[in-house]
């Protein structure tokens, strides 16, 4: 069965950090781009980073260039987030999900599969 688990969200001042975890089973990250989305409250979805495990090669949104950094440990079969200098606008449920080529999935939202999110919440 194919699964996309994320953890690491939570609750933290302005300006702290967190580090999210997607954790895939079923399916080998190294096939795949994941990418991470968020939607806040009354907002539509948007993405945030992505990764082709295989090349290493990223993608960041502007909002979230130079603080959030993405990671893949192919052996652990895992994507990471890191988020530091978190600002309330950063808050918002966060997304794994998978899709087989990097540009569709960063520019088209392209994906097989989707994680069911984790809550991020930052307070000023």
């Not at 994941?34 to 948007?46: H, M, T």
């Not at 130079?66 to 600002?87: C, E, H, P, W």
């Given at each position: 069965e194919?699964?996309?688990?994320?953890?690491?969200?939570?609750?933290?001042?302005?300006?702290?950090?967190?580090?999210?975890?997607?954790?895939?089973?079923?399916?080998?990250?190294?096939d795949y781009a994941?990418?991470?989305?968020?939607?806040?409250?009354?907002?539509?979805?948007?993405r945030v980073s992505c990764i082709s495990s295989s090349n290493g090669s990223t993608f960041y949104a502007d909002?979230?260039?130079?603080?959030?950094?993405?990671?893949?440990?192919?052996?652990?079969?895992?994507?990471?987030?890191?988020?530091?200098?978190?600002?309330?606008e950063d808050t918002a449920v966060y997304y794994c999900a998978a899709g087989p080529l990097l540009l569709k999935v960063w520019v088209l939202g392209l994906v097989d599969y989707w994680g069911q999110g984790t809550q991020v919440t930052v307070s000023s």
């Open positions: 194919v699964q996309l688990q994320e953890s690491g969200g939570g609750l933290v001042q302005a300006g702290g950090s967190l580090r999210l975890s997607c954790a895939a089973s079923g399916f080998t990250i190294a994941i990418g991470w989305f968020r939607q806040a409250p009354g907002k539509e979805r948007e909002s979230v260039k130079g603080r959030f950094t993405i990671s893949s440990d192919n052996a652990k079969n895992t994507v990471y987030l890191q988020m530091n200098s978190l600002k309330p």
